[in-house]
């Protein structure tokens, strides 16, 4: 008789929390409103990241095409995995002294984990956070890329007034 | 206990065979590899095979300053991101005896809390999904992308925010961080009555982890099980309560202890966790100061004086140790991790002996594993 009680009531129980679980799903499925489902690949259009979203690391230029980095080599040093290398070439200014400036700012994108450290250790300010985040490519060499635009000159230091 | 050890305990008998669960089993949650001994459906023994994601994180820390050391520790316990960061911080702040500004200590406690409400919610839903309930996945991510969003709106990543850096933190916080965060609070609040009656209150569930994988506390001491699954055995051993850190000891939270040690129980502490840390949550915005620097100062180079340090923290799946060496170097000479799920995990033999093949599901679920932590 025990046994026979026991067994309905396990029933009852099971019917029980089996409707508590369903009221729960009912109700969204009954509000869809809460619907937090972002449709990525059609939203691109409207998809804004975050200011500090680390997509990629990028070299800033001005309007004149124009950078801040003068090719010191800091953010090689800092960088722990190796993904930076730095380039450089060696010109004559106008008084004909020789003068070392950047060639290339060459970055792995493939070897990058995002630490920022490239970013802080910088003591000019050249680089700052892209935030293109697209990032799949079907060739491994398309993700080493040259920071620095071509054609690019480093930014003059205003004289101090 | 070694694999002889093991084998030798128990004969194999002729009827018996060797299944191996993993390295690509979904309910492994990563590359862990089970050997499991069966007769029918019942469990003679499991032996874990691990080592498939093993990167030698310990020994590429030799190689590296103490700054660069933090992006490396982000990689091991991949929930716990900011608590692993934190441990190297402290191990390397107490080295040299810094100060570090009490904003940054609330922060630090602030994004210690949210994390482990990440983790645990990432865990619900996974845990969850082991027993076959898919529904709690859906509503544990939908809850987590709220965290994930805080995260990115200051840390400009998700989940491997390299935010800490010895003294301080990277940045200051985004100017909406407080209020972001408790909006979270309150919103996450009215959810919890449906994450108990979607599963806590189901009888299936009930069924399936309620006398479960028994813990005893001998046996979460002698396997060194801490965290949430060696507090369902009623194992006190939050390092936040037993060796206060950071601005732990200022605050009013209770350990949450339970003495059945089945994997209900693991389960239950969970989810009080959760409620525990938002009331933190609410006690630390209340109490953080809302300006000051965000980085004490720090030489460039950081040089540890010669002698062994250690640190311990409390992630979401146990104590994390960080063992230093330091010779008067930039470089560490040694670097070792006491990771929590490396102990978890070896419980599980003993706790899934004589019980179904189902059963050791639920409870490497209930012991909330994560393999790149194990193998680093």
Known sequence: MNSVFKYFADIVSGVRSLCAGMRVTGKYFLSPGEIVTEQYPENRATLKMEDRFK?????????????????????????????????????????????RSIDKHVYHLSMCTFCELCIKSCPSNALEWGQNFEHAVFDRSKLTKVLNQPGSTIKKKEAKS | MSKDVIKNIIVKDDEDYIINMGPQHPSTHGVLRLEVCLNGEIVKYVIP?????????????????????????????YLSAHMNNEAVCLAVENALQVEVPERVQYIRAILDELNRLASHQLWWSAFGMDLGALT?????????????????????????????TPGGLMHDVHPNFQKHILEFVKYFRKKLPDYKNLLTDNVIFHNRTKGVGVMSPETAIAFGVTGPSGRGSGFACDVRKVAPYGVYDQLDFKQVLYSEGDSFARYQVRMDEMEESLNLLEQLVAKMPSEGDFTAKMKPIIKLPEGEYYERVETARGELGVFIVSKGEKYPYRMRFRSPNFSNLFVLNT??????????????????LVLPDIDR
């Open chain 2, 351 to 368: 706790l899934s002996k004589g019980l179904k093949i189902a059963d050791l599901v639920a409870i490497s679920g209930s012991l909330d």
């Open chain 1, 55 to 99: 997509g990629e690391v990028i070299m800033t230029h001005d309007e004149n095409n124009q950078h801040n980095c003068n090719g010191c080599g800091i953010c090689e040093l800092n960088c722990p995995n190796g993904a930076i290398e730095i380039i450089t070439k060696k010109e004559a200014d106008e008084t004909g002294k020789l003068v």
């Open chain 2, 136 to 164: 709690t996945f859906f509503y544990g991510l939908r809850d987590r992308e709220k965290i994930l969003a805080i995260f990115e709106e200051s840390f400009g990543s998700r989940l491997l925010h390299s935010f800490n």
């Open chain 2, 49 to 77: 095979h691990i080592g498939y994601i093993h990167r030698g994180i310990e020994k590429m820390c030799e190689a590296d300053t103490y700054k660069q050391i933090i992006h490396l520790t982000d990689r091991m316990d």
